[in-house]
């Protein structure tokens, strides 16, 4: 079992910035590829981002691409979601999600996830 926890999120304004965290537990981090997800009210849950077991790897949605900036801290045990330039659209609980092995961009195929923190940006 892994256990994963996010924080960070909170209010900020348009063209604002936020860094999320994702700190694990339970199993080695580095064994586990991470990814984030958003779920905006009323709308089904979608890929973020992902990035591999050793942090060389990572890929975007197009919506934030060039925007955010996943990492991670095997060290730590800890993932990283750097955002920048927020808009109101990105407005959402962000979940952070574990898959043993490679990382994929489906929800449905993660094995672990986090409760999840909510990023709401004001116009």
């Known amino acids: 079992q892994v256990q994963l926890v996010e924080s960070g999120g909170g209010l900020v304004q348009a063209g604002g910035s936020l860094r999320l965290s994702c700190t694990a537990s339970?199993?080695?981090?580095?064994?586990?590829?991470m990814g984030w997800f958003r779920q905006a009210p009323g709308k089904e849950r979608e890929f973020v981002g992902r990035?591999?077991?050793?942090?060389?790897?990572?890929n975007y949605a197009d919506s934030v691409k060039g925007r955010f900036t996943i990492s991670r801290d095997n060290a730590k045990n800890t993932e990283y979601l750097q955002m920048n330039n927020l808009k109101p659209e990105d407005t959402a609980v962000y979940y952070c999600?574990?898959?043993?092995?490679?990382?994929?961009?489906?929800?449905?195929?993660?094995?672990?996830w986090g409760k999840g923190t909510l990023v709401t940006v004001s116009s």
């Open positions: 999600a574990a898959r043993a092995g490679v990382s994929s961009t489906n929800a449905f195929d993660m094995d672990y």
């Open positions: 339970g199993q080695t981090f580095s064994f586990y590829a």
């Open positions: 990035i591999s077991r050793n942090g060389v790897i990572t």
